[in-house]
């Protein structure tokens, strides 16, 4: 704060200065969703922990080497890297908004005087929160017990942060859009779970992806996971290996193109789908 | 419009496909007023309170709510209302002072959270996760999230359902210190002595429509209403009489048995006998 010889404002005028800025509205809602998702125990283990335990068992399972020099765990863990990440954005919000608008959460802070976009603040802030957290686990058990090699080039940390910025960016877009499908609480995972399992058999995240099915790659090829594993590979992959994919080549091009279209999809979803009470509640 | 208003209707029409629910009220509720709406279960209650509230449309009427239009609130309007629903909204993991200090974080001119806390007695809750609180501890928590602002227009939508005797009471003298405090409150109950105990006037509403609006001693004309005169007769069986001077006739009735009349009562209909009455259960 900078000193002023201004006169104090009036306290008519000074009053509304109490309520903390816009900026700082986002972060206390953020701390809120955080401290919440913390002290739940069972979302911090199943969240943090599920793509642990995955790339331990891959691990186990598929001990060669996919290329000379080359671990499976070096080509899975983008897998992992990329459900870990739709994990704590599309699966977390499309289970957690049900209940919440189901239990009138959401229908409470409507009732206040807080901006709208103050609470999709705080689900992205705990979303990025989650995900560079469990991002970091990952790569840290990887490293320690897999001999996994981390990206050595800056360009390659590069491709790693914009990639999994446009990624998550699109699952917590959709996440929050099919939030809206769910009628009560409880459907929400019995709406998102499917859809996330569907996507991680036919996206590469358990298969090479190049071995599955053409048609099913089709398919994978219309949803962001497909794209996010893909952008991953061309992290944690030596450049060689991009002659492996379907278009010759990690077509990063095509990955941000991909990604951005389900940015504003899910964005356009989001503005005219979001309910904030339940269907009961009219 | 009347400065002195702070609710104003006006021909209130609110239908669900073929159900109406709402169909033509008309209300005023004066500043500084405490304003009962009493009915059965599925009279229109809750659907009048949520569309003043903001969070229902209606189908057609004129509706000011501190000289705003409702259906549109923008967050000056927001801070200006207090609201607690029906349901209420859970914050598991986080404690009754973590929920209070977050929302009072979104007022412009908020009370202090500690002071708030010990208003509605929960100061020995304060470090107690709300998923700790009783029913009642609960509401009161409601209580303390709809008042933290400072609103001059408070909506109390059954507040003291699922109460023990002794939490009402409680609970009322709540509702009193902040009536005596000038808060403008609107509550909507099923409960005739909850009514009777904290309105200044009582709107009985059924079908759709109000019924009547009134003091609760004067509700239906009450108090000009016929008093019953019960006593038991020399043969032992009972004998009343409807009467308009029960003094005249008590009276004439110890002059008859000679001092004591055996049996002997008179009362004039309760509030739930005119209540039944309107609602056209008697």
């Known amino acids: ?282 | 419009m009347d400065d002195q208003l702070a609710i104003s209707v006006r021909g209130l029409r609110k239908a669900y496909g073929d159900t109406v629910a709402v169909a033509g009220v008309d209300l005023d509720v004066h500043r500084g007023e405490v304003f009962a709406l009493l009915g059965p279960n599925g009279a229109g209650k809750t659907t009048t309170v949520e569309i003043l509230e903001g969070y229902r449309q209606r189908d057609a009427g004129e509706v000011r709510v501190l000289g705003v239009d409702p259906a549109h609130p923008d967050p000056r309007h927001r801070s200006r209302v207090g609201i607690v629903l029906q349901g209420t909204g859970e914050f598991d993991e986080l404690t009754v002072g973590e929920v209070v200090r977050h929302f009072a974080g979104f007022y412009p001119d908020a009370d202090d959270p500690d002071k708030v806390i010990e208003r509605v007695g929960l100061t020995g809750k304060a470090r107690a996760r709300t998923h700790t609180l009783s029913g009642g501890q609960k509401r009161r928590l409601d209580v303390a999230l709809g008042i933290i602002g400072r609103p001059e227009l408070l909506f109390l939508d059954e507040p003291t359902t699922g109460f023990d005797p002794e939490a009402r009471r409680e609970f009322w003298e709540l509702i009193r210190d902040l009536a005596a405090a000038g808060t403008t409150i609107v509550l909507t109950t099923h409960y005739l002595d909850e009514a009777e105990a904290l309105a200044d006037r009582v709107g009985v509403i059924a079908a759709g429509r109000l019924v009547e609006v009134a003091p609760p001693d004067r509700l239906g004309n009450r108090q000009e209403a016929l008093a019953t005169v019960s006593w038991r007769t020399p043969d032992g069986t009972p004998g009343t009489a409807q009467s308009a001077t029960p003094t005249a006739l008590v009276v004439e009735l110890a002059t008859r048995f000679g001092g004591e009349v055996p049996g002997l009562t008179v009362t004039r209909p309760t509030l739930e006998d005119v209540y039944l009455t309107m609602i056209g259960r008697r």
């Open chain 1, 1 to 282: 704060m900078t000193t002023t010889t201004k006169p104090a404002a009036p306290a008519t005028a000074a009053a509304p200065a109490r309520r903390p800025g816009a900026g700082a509205l986002a972060l206390r809602q953020g701390r809120l969703e955080i401290t919440q998702f913390l002290r739940s125990r069972e979302s911090v283990v199943f969240t943090m922990g599920f793509p642990i335990i995955m790339i331990m068992i891959f691990a186990a399972i598929f001990r060669d080497e996919i290329a000379p020099g080359v671990g499976y765990t070096q080509y899975f863990i983008t897998g992992m890297i990329a459900t870990g990440l739709m994990t704590v954005s599309f699966q977390n919000l499309g289970i957690w908004i049900p209940i919440e608008r189901d239990r009138g959460v959401l229908k409470r802070y409507r009732g206040t005087p807080m901006p709208k976009w103050v609470w999709f603040a705080g689900k992205v802030i705990l979303v990025v929160a989650i995900g560079v957290a469990e991002t970091a686990l990952l790569l840290a058990v990887s490293v320690a017990l897999f001999d996994l090699d981390l990206p050595d080039t800056a360009a390659r940390w590069l491709t790693f942060g914009w990639v999994s910025v446009l990624g998550v960016t699109a699952c917590t877009l959709c996440g929050i859009a099919i939030s809206s499908l769910a009628r009560t609480a409880r459907s929400g995972s019995a709406v998102v779970t499917p859809v996330a399992l569907v996507l991680q058999f036919i996206s590469g995240v358990f298969f090479v992806f190049t071995n599955l099915p053409g048609w099913m790659q089709q398919v994978a090829a219309l949803f962001p996971l497909k794209w996010m594993c893909q952008g991953l590979r061309a992290v944690f992959l030596p450049d060689s290996f991009g002659a492996h994919e379907p278009g010759g080549s990690f077509e990063l091009g095509r990955v941000a193109l991909v990604l951005a279209l389900w940015c504003v999809i899910g964005l356009v979803l989001c503005l005219t789908t979001f309910r904030w009470t339940t269907r009961r509640d009219g």
